[in-house]
């Protein structure tokens, strides 16, 4: 058997257990770092309740733009008054639809003879290197059906930012990434939660 290497043997003894290292800050004015992590908190809250006052004032603006007005208008049997400052308030009549039960109304527009509104969207899905099964499905779709078929080509939007991310830490790649083609934007940003 060998006898150990005493200047390894030393070298262990010197070596100091990772979690035991201390990091020392840089130095830094922390006080300007509390305060911009303070004001960071603060224009998020005050975001938030914006927001919330945005809603607030769409929902009073409907009541008085949908209900209040229309009703006094009514009330003084005019569609139509203008203001001693110019402007015209004038009533006119309006839908809003949604559907929210599809079956019953796609039903009573094939019933009604009204189905020509009706629009069909067909997506499929493929996956990575299906390019050529995308064009196949759209030739035969023309050739079978005569229906003329689109593919939308993308890269859904937080794979991009990935790819783009680790495409930036790859030496080989960033050197000939089209940044602008991929409207690249670097910085840096904090978030407090």
């Not at 911009?36 to 929902?59: G, H, P, R, T, Y």
């Not at 019933?111 to 509104?117: A, K, R």
């Not at 078929?149 to 000939?176: I, Q, Y």
Request: overall charge negative.
């Amino acid at each position: 058997m060998t006898e150990p290497d005493p200047i390894l043997e030393e070298a262990e003894e010197d070596l100091i257990p990772v979690a035991e290292i201390e990091i020392q800050p840089r130095d830094i004015n922390l006080g300007e770092l509390t305060d911009l992590a303070v004001q960071l908190e603060n224009l998020d809250q005050q975001i938030l309740e914006a927001e919330a006052n945005v809603s607030v004032l769409k929902q009073a603006r409907k009541t008085v733009a949908e209900e209040q007005l229309p009703t006094l208008m009514e009330q003084a049997g005019v569609t139509t008054l203008k203001l001693v400052n110019g402007k015209k308030i004038e009533v006119k009549e309006f839908v809003d639809a949604r559907i929210k039960d599809p079956n019953v109304a796609f039903d009573w527009l094939r019933q009604t003879n009204n189905d020509s509104i009706i629009k069909n969207s067909i997506t499929v899905d493929l996956g990575k290197n299906e390019d050529s099964l995308a064009q196949e499905v759209i030739a035969t779709l023309k050739e079978k059906h005569d229906i003329e078929a689109n593919v939308r080509v993308g890269v859904h939007n937080m794979t991009l930012k990935s790819f783009c991310r680790d495409a930036l830490d790859n030496p080989e790649l960033a050197e000939s990434l089209p940044r602008e083609a991929f409207g690249i934007y670097e910085g840096k940003r904090a978030k407090i939660t």
